[in-house]
């Protein structure tokens, strides 16, 4: 059975930084991507960055883009999320998915064939 484990979130201050990981365990699958996910209270769990199979092609969300930075470790079988300039409105629990059939991020939010993280929280205070 996959796990995912993510960790790095915490608090920090706007303008701040924060490196998330997300760590795969058990079966192997061959994943067809990767990618986080966020949701704060009160809002829909919302795409934030994605890392396909292969060539690793990323791509992320407008929300972020140009702060946050999606890359992998193959030989550790980690994902990262680099968060830079982080602003209030990024505060949510953050989520590792992975896909194992054909990858349905960013379009599918809920997906039978996905793996998801126990998730990480992070804070963004003023």
């Known amino acids: 059975q996959v796990q995912l484990v993510e960790s790095g979130g915490g608090s920090v201050q706007a303008g701040g930084s924060l490196r998330l990981s997300c760590a795969s365990s058990?079966?192997?699958?061959?994943?067809?991507?990767m990618g986080w996910f966020r949701q704060a209270p009160g809002k829909e769990r919302e795409w934030v960055a994605v890392?396909?199979?292969?060539?690793?092609?990323?791509s992320v969300a407008d929300s972020v883009k140009g702060r946050f930075t999606i890359s992998q470790d193959k030989a550790r079988n980690t994902v990262y999320l680099q968060m830079n300039s982080l602003k209030l409105e990024d505060s949510a629990m953050y989520y590792c998915?992975?896909?194992?059939?054909?990858?349905?991020?960013?379009?599918?939010?809920?997906?039978?064939?996905?793996?998801w993280g126990q998730g990480t929280q992070v804070t963004v205070s003023s």
């Open positions: 998915a992975a896909d194992r059939g054909p990858c349905g991020i960013p379009t599918v939010v809920d997906y039978s064939s996905r793996n």
């Open positions: 058990g079966y192997s699958y061959s994943f067809s991507c």
């Open positions: 890392i396909y199979a292969g060539g690793g092609t990323t």
